[in-house]
């Protein structure tokens, strides 16, 4: 399985320009903390939200990570795009 990453939009909170990036194709299993692992070693982890399903609160298999720096979420999406993340590959 892969995981695919992408910039998705900047969005402004308290005045600071945050990078918002679409991880998507996320083994089900994924959690906050091994986005988190994975991002960090790029720049600074903002909020991450794995989106899941209303009614059976399973995972619905992509999640957005928030980074406070648009050139660290640039880093992360060209080293991290069409890797291996535990059982999944990023495309």
């Known amino acids: 399985m892969q995981f695919r990453l992408s910039k998705f ?7 600071r320009s945050h990078e918002s990036v679409f991880v ?4 089900f299993q994924t959690t906050e903390a091994d986005l988190t692992a994975l991002f960090q070693s790029f ?13 059976t609160g399973r995972a619905c298999g ?7 720096n648009d050139a660290e979420a640039a880093k992360a999406i060209a080293a991290l ?4 993340m535990g059982a999944a590959t990023s495309r």
Do not use: S, W
């Open 81 to 84: 795009d069409g890797k291996e």
């Open 62 to 68: 992509f999640a957005f990570v928030q980074m406070p």
């Open 43 to 55: 720049g600074q982890v903002g909020h991450i939200h794995i989106l899941t399903d209303r009614e």
């Open 9 to 15: 939009c900047t969005r402004y909170q308290l005045g």
């Open 24 to 27: 998507g194709n996320l083994n």
